[in-house]
């Protein structure tokens, strides 16, 4: 359910029994209101209404993120017309058909995320989406949502203008000063982006131009083309105060100082400032009406940083020579020269007194809690991916694993995510990576084949957090589960694991040999139903005959064996043989092999293994 807490609060809209059928199940699995006209038999958690839907939905419109109606489109145009004003502050609405069959983002496409959840829903329900935005379809970032998973913020622009130049196919000069270039690595290839250009000279042969910096740019004001800004934020404002400063003399300071250095309001990561001053009423004020972190630090760390202006009143008065230079340089944490502004002395003869400088990070703030969804992704066709697993992968920031499970998921990605392939023996340096995004507050899938939890990704991504001190909330971690190996191969066969049943993984990388030794021999000892997961590489063929040898002591040589490789892949293939036969057979590191126990048998080329023993 967290995965749709990004759209909270999110209302639906059921007036006929048939839609009122279809979409209360789908209330609880996301987390949504559902709203019912009172003639209607009343449902546990649904909100009644009297009257007319018209005036209902004036009532309510402004207290949800989101809307989804089970009603025609039609009558739901008609209905919400009056009611919306601006992309930037419409809701996102959407309608699904009564019987459950489509999804359709029909309002706030981008801004509002209709799209993005649109898709989201799709996967929850197994439903077709119906997304008509250009962008979406070109299998671009919306311009207009393109900083969020940064935690970028918009300046100013002409967002529909340079929006449509996109839809038509034309050129769009980007310069990017400043902040993360991920979102540049992984678009398709016939983007509309120029990057050429790192400094605007005003010839430019484009329709429109994309501004990602710290600084206010006025001097293309007079180029007849639209532009927007984005804003990372990397500017880390020190802030030193006399006593009762008032928080509009801080406004007014910091924006004078910004002006002063055409620098960019929105471009703010936090205010950084010493620690007595951490209940400083103005100071606290002005960072909780503006949604910024105040980071501080104690007199003893501001005086070890090196800083251009140092004052020896400041050191008589709070023990250190400096305090809005010394923590905005703390603060930005991208030594040595990441002073941007030196401080500033603003005064009024009412208001207080205040020192401000700016410091430069070099990553920028998101301001969002990051996320590790550790995701099994089945054994490697679609169908057999849970929908709580597609719906986690199209909702994540950022899409990390083993490059051959990325292609097989592809169908479920949203345009401008970011997608990082690696080799399949670099699970270590994926889990770190994965930590390094989502501490950084991106919200990352791992995806590993079969369940992520099986000889996968979970749990070394799980090892790498403890060893980094986690406190087992942030990053916040989910796991998905994923139908395993030996699930999907059993399937394939019959039902071989129907009583007690092992895995052993063959692969002696991170298990010591004779660990594995002792455990195949327990396994075929105790007449467990077993299955041999990584059963020989190129390099690693003794360990196979060994098992082999092993279950050969204790079990029948007729022993049913099933060698299922590649399950549910295109190059599927499946043997049924004994184990006595198996070794004349191919068996590889895509392949299962399941031993029956004692009582297991073959029957019409199937495998069963009965429920109890007779
Ligand atoms: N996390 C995975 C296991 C990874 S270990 C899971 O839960 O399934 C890799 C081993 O899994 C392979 O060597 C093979 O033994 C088995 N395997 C993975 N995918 C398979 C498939 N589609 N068919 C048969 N065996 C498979």
Known sequence: MSLFKLFYPIAVIATTPQAIKTLHPLCQQIGATLHIPSHQTSLDNAQVYQGSLKDYLASIWSQNKVFIFGLATGAVVRLISHLLQDKS????????????????????????????????????????????????????PGIDILGLPFGWRKGE?????????????????????????????????????????SKFNGDVKCQGLILISATKTQFYSDLHFPKVQWHPRILWVGIGCVKGTSESLIEKAIFEVFQQNNLAIEAIAGIA?????????GLVEYCKKRQLPLKIFSANFLKKIKVPNPSIIVQQEVDTPSVAEASAISAADSYPNSLLVSKKIIKSKDEGAVTIAVAQSSLEYTGRIGKLYLIGTGPGSLAQITPAAKTAITQADVIIGYSLYLDLIKPLRRPGQVVEASPITREKQRAIRAIELAKWGLTVAV?????????????????????????????????????????????????????????????????????????????AKEDFVTA???????????????????????????????????????????????????????IDMLTTVIIGNSSTHSHGGWMITPRGYD
């Open 532 to 586: 041999i997961y990584n059963p020989q590489s190129r390099t690693r063929t003794q360990q196979i005959i060994y098992t082999q040898e092993v279950f050969l002591k204790y079990r029948n040589p007729k022993t049913p064996v099933a060698l299922v490789r590649a399950a549910y892949r295109p190059d599927e293939k499946i043997i049924l043989t004994s184990l006595k036969e198996m070794l004349n057979f191919t």
């Open 273 to 281: 400032t010493i620690d007595i001053k951490s209940n400083e009423i």
């Open 157 to 197: 622009g002409n967002w529909t203008a340079v929006s449509s130049i996109i839809s038509r196919g034309e050129t769009i000069q980007v310069i990017q000063e400043v902040g993360s270039t991920l979102w540049q690595k992984y678009l398709p290839s016939n983007h509309p982006f120029s990057f050429e250009f």
């Open 447 to 523: 995806v590993s084949s079969g369940d992520s939890g099986i000889y996968g990704m979970a749990g070394l991504v799980l090892e790498e957090l403890q060893k980094k001190d986690w406190d087992g909330k942030i990053p916040q971690v989910e796991v998905f589960p994923g139908i395993t190996a030996v699930q999907a191969s059993a399937s394939r066969v019959g039902a071989p694991l129907m009583h007690d049943f092992c895995a052993i993984s063959l692969s002696d990388l991170l298990t010591p040999w004779e660990v594995i030794e002792k455990r195949l021999v327990a396994a």
């Open 89 to 140: 502050s419409d809701p996102a609405v959407l309608v699904i058909d009564s019987t459950g069959n489509f999804v359709i983002s029909l309002c706030g496409g981008h801004q509002g995320r209709a799209d993005h959840l649109t898709q989201l829903i799709a996967h929850q329900l197994d439903i077709t989406p119906v997304i008509t935005g250009a962008t979406n379809n070109l299998d671009l």
